[in-house]
């Protein structure tokens, strides 16, 4: 049996995605900046999916930018908005996704900002009142916190955090790319200046994302080019991608009710067998709490692993695929940023199980029982 349970990293595309997106591989592959009618049907489809993205996410259509994906419009975001308004100060947290944590991190090292870290309890939640102490102290800052944790599950309160940025005159940016297409996000009730997205993250092509910027905290572009994106993103779109990023999405929030239930009935299973099969077991960070965390994301902490690393090869020969942590960081030396800012003993093994609604009670079977014969 095949077995794949790193949603988390990327999810397996929508067959109804896919045909989405062929004729707009094989018929529609005019240039959308073209003026003879391949090239408008390209644009009009194009606009198309861009309404539709906006419907969803409840904002107009010319605050929807399109992107390579999540890293490029978190880039884009901080890079651009920091350095348009003049920021000197950004507010963020350990457990961000490298493509935030790393950005801030460079201009920090270059002069440009000074980086503040909001304060954490042991399973990773925000202390909003440090963050608040912060705002008071550091007037119109920077701020970029994950709306949910790619690691550990963890989701904080968007409109609380968006109602202090407005106190306080803050920019805040929020990466969605673990909740868009599975989390309600009505943008026009969130107090937000930009967020960041990417289709595979929900059944989507690979290589396509998306940005939120509201109209009133405009930013310049990141990639310089023909004009694109009506001047925010040079170079030729991705149609095919961007007709498949609109349809994924369209389906998530359509079947969100189904794919939640789904979800959460696997993940609540998934506990349930390991702790029984499981001595001292435990669940990093909120993941275990079903009412407060991703539902597709659970993290694992199984006690007396020497050789975390093996174990992950091990289930791999089993035909199992999972992660140890954030499938980002893949190739680097060091380990997870995630699980060292909550002091959680790395050595003894930790596997990230993220879901899809794709996968089956018997994939959790066949897991659980390969798990037991390895340890």
């Given at each position: 049996?095949?077995?794949?349970?790193?949603?988390a990293?990327?999810t397996?595309?929508?067959?109804?995605v896919?045909?989405a997106m062929k004729?707009?591989?094989?018929e529609?592959?005019?240039n959308?900046?073209?003026?003879h009618?391949h090239?408008?049907?390209?644009?009009?489809?194009i606009?198309k999916?861009?309404?539709?993205?906006a419907?969803?996410?409840?904002v107009?259509?010319?605050?929807?930018?399109?992107t390579?994906?999540?890293?490029?419009?978190?880039n884009?975001?901080?890079?651009?908005?920091?350095s348009?308004?003049?920021?000197?100060?950004?507010i963020?947290?350990k457990?961000?996704?490298?493509?935030?944590?790393?950005?801030?991190?460079?201009?920090e090292?270059e002069?440009?900002i000074?980086?503040?870290?909001?304060?954490?309890?042991?399973?990773?939640?925000?202390?909003y009142d440090?963050?608040?102490?912060?705002?008071t102290?550091?007037?119109?800052?920077f701020?970029s916190?994950?709306?949910?944790?790619?690691?550990?599950?963890n989701?904080i309160?968007?409109?609380?955090v968006?109602?202090l940025?407005?106190?306080?005159?803050?920019?805040?940016?929020?990466d969605t790319?673990?909740t868009?297409g599975?989390?309600d996000l009505?943008?026009?009730?969130?107090k937000?200046?930009?967020?960041?997205g990417s289709?595979?993250?929900?059944?989507?092509?690979?290589?396509?994302g998306?940005?939120?910027?509201?109209?009133e905290?405009?930013?310049p572009?990141?990639?310089?080019?023909g004009g694109?994106?009506?001047n925010?993103?040079?170079?030729?779109e991705?149609?095919?991608?961007?007709?498949g990023?609109?349809?994924?999405?369209?389906l998530?929030?359509?079947?969100?009710?189904?794919?939640?239930?789904?979800?959460?009935?696997?993940?609540?299973?998934?506990?349930?067998?390991?702790?029984?099969?499981?001595?001292?077991?435990?669940?990093?960070?909120?993941?275990?709490d079903?009412?407060?965390s991703?539902?597709?994301?659970?993290?694992?902490?199984i006690p007396?692993?020497?050789d975390?690393?093996?174990?992950?090869?091990?289930?791999?020969i089993n035909g199992?695929?999972?992660?140890?942590?954030s499938?980002?960081?893949?190739?680097a030396s060091?380990?997870?940023?995630?699980?060292?800012a909550l002091?959680?003993d790395?050595d003894?093994?930790?596997?990230?199980?993220?879901f899809s609604?794709?996968?089956?009670k018997?994939?959790?079977?066949y897991?659980?029982?390969?798990?037991?014969?390895?340890i």
């Amino acid at each position: 049996m095949k077995v794949y349970l790193d949603n988390a990293a990327t999810t397996p595309l929508d067959e109804r995605v896919f045909e989405a997106m062929k004729p707009y591989l094989l018929e529609h592959f005019g240039n959308p900046s073209s003026i003879h009618s391949h090239g408008r049907t390209a644009r009009s489809a194009i606009e198309k999916a861009r309404k539709k993205v906006a419907d969803i996410l409840n904002v107009a259509p010319s605050e929807i930018f399109f992107t390579s994906g999540g890293t490029e419009a978190d880039n884009t975001i901080i890079n651009n908005s920091i350095s348009s308004y003049g920021i000197k100060h950004a507010i963020s947290s350990k457990i961000e996704h490298h493509a935030v944590l790393h950005t801030l991190e460079k201009l920090e090292k270059e002069g440009k900002i000074k980086l503040h870290f909001v304060e954490l309890d042991g399973v990773g939640q925000i202390n909003y009142d440090h963050l608040t102490n912060l705002l008071t102290d550091h007037k119109s800052s920077f701020v970029s916190l994950m709306h949910g944790n790619n690691e550990i599950g963890n989701i904080i309160n968007l409109e609380r955090v968006g109602e202090l940025c407005v106190e306080h005159h803050a920019f805040f940016h929020s990466d969605t790319v673990q909740t868009l297409g599975h989390h309600d996000l009505d943008l026009s009730k969130i107090k937000i200046n930009a967020i960041a997205g990417s289709a595979h993250k929900f059944h989507g092509p690979k290589g396509v994302g998306l940005m939120y910027i509201n109209a009133e905290r405009q930013i310049p572009p990141l990639l310089i080019g023909g004009g694109q994106e009506r001047n925010m993103r040079g170079g030729t779109e991705n149609i095919s991608g961007i007709i498949g990023l609109a349809k994924a999405l369209e389906l998530g929030y359509s079947e969100k009710a189904k794919n939640q239930t789904k979800l959460l009935e696997l993940k609540k299973y998934t506990i349930d067998k390991l702790r029984r099969d499981f001595d001292n077991i435990s669940f990093n960070g909120l993941s275990a709490d079903l009412e407060n965390s991703l539902h597709k994301v659970l993290s694992v902490s199984i006690p007396g692993i020497v050789d975390n690393d093996m174990l992950l090869f091990n289930l791999d020969i089993n035909g199992i695929s999972i992660s140890g942590g954030s499938a980002c960081a893949s190739g680097a030396s060091v380990g997870s940023h995630v699980l060292d800012a909550l002091n959680i003993d790395e050595d003894s093994g930790v596997l990230r199980v993220s879901f899809s609604k794709f996968n089956t009670k018997e994939e959790i079977d066949y897991f659980i029982e390969k798990l037991l014969e390895i340890i």
